[in-house]
């Protein structure tokens, strides 16, 4: 699979933590550019020092389109072209809807849906001059179970899957290969911030029957490490022949709808 990105310029939101650091890491070592988008660039930061030829760390809102562009041009501007693109970023928004402020309500859609129009709308341009492109959208399996207490997160990414499915096909005739990546109960910093909230690693592995949510049939959480599997094999040429796909992993929390 490394050979599928050296030298190749990805950009990838979400870089900075959870999923996005793992898949940050893991181009690095592949030997391809990375352009990392995060609003927490942090560790991105510190990765830079031992990588300044191949990332480039970027504080982006990806909501804010006058963001994205900048940082996409000044991703064009050091690397001089893009080859794929990861559309990672993510916020996590609980509360029932009779709770949620109409801020919460626009913020989470913001960030996990107008994120990724915003990235793909500026992406896809430079993806099609290219062979070999491709884009994967992480999205969740929240967008097609229904979530008590999720609402504004689980329509986001319904929205993020549906948009990603018709990119896909407006982008198929280019070559340009699109597919959705919706995980599970993953181990990141996202999941643990729900824990704090009352839930647990055994209480999610368990499932609720009062909430009306199965548990996890492998009985573990995912770690970052193998959703970022998931992506890296959809943008390989290992899946040259794969598009419009979203892959759950989820353990078997959703029975696979």
Aim: charged content about 15%.
């Amino acid at each position: 699979m490394q050979a599928d990105f050296e030298q190749k310029v990805v950009v990838i939101s979400g870089a900075g933590n959870g999923m996005g650091l793992a898949l940050t890491k893991r181009l690095l070592g592949f030997n391809a550019y990375v352009a990392a988008m995060d609003l927490d660039t942090s560790a991105l930061q510190a990765l830079q020092q031992d990588y300044p030829d191949q990332l480039l760390a970027l504080q982006v809102d990806v909501g804010n389109f006058n963001a994205v562009k900048q940082a996409v041009e000044q991703s064009v501007q050091k690397f001089g072209r893009i080859h794929k693109l990861i559309c990672g970023a993510g916020r996590l928004q609980m509360g029932t809807v009779t709770e949620l402020s109409p801020e919460q309500w626009a913020s989470t859609f913001a960030t996990n849906t107008t994120g990724v129009f915003n990235l793909c709308h500026l992406v896809a341009p430079h993806l099609i001059k290219e062979t070999q492109s491709a884009i994967v959208a992480i999205s969740s399996n929240a967008a097609t179970t229904p979530r008590a207490g999720m609402s504004a997160y689980a329509a986001s990414k319904a929205a993020v899957t549906q948009f990603t499915r018709c990119l896909a096909l407006e982008l198929a005739e280019h070559g340009v290969r699109v597919n959705i990546v919706s995980p599970g109960s993953t181990d990141t910093a996202m999941q643990q911030a729900m824990w704090q909230q009352g839930s647990s690693r055994e209480t999610v592995i368990a499932g609720n029957l009062d909430q009306y949510r199965l548990g996890i049939p492998l009985r573990k959480i995912a770690t970052a490490d193998e959703i970022a599997d998931a992506v890296l094999f959809l943008l390989s040429e290992q899946a040259s022949h794969i598009t419009l796909h979203d892959l759950r992993i989820d353990g078997g929390a959703t029975l696979d709808q």
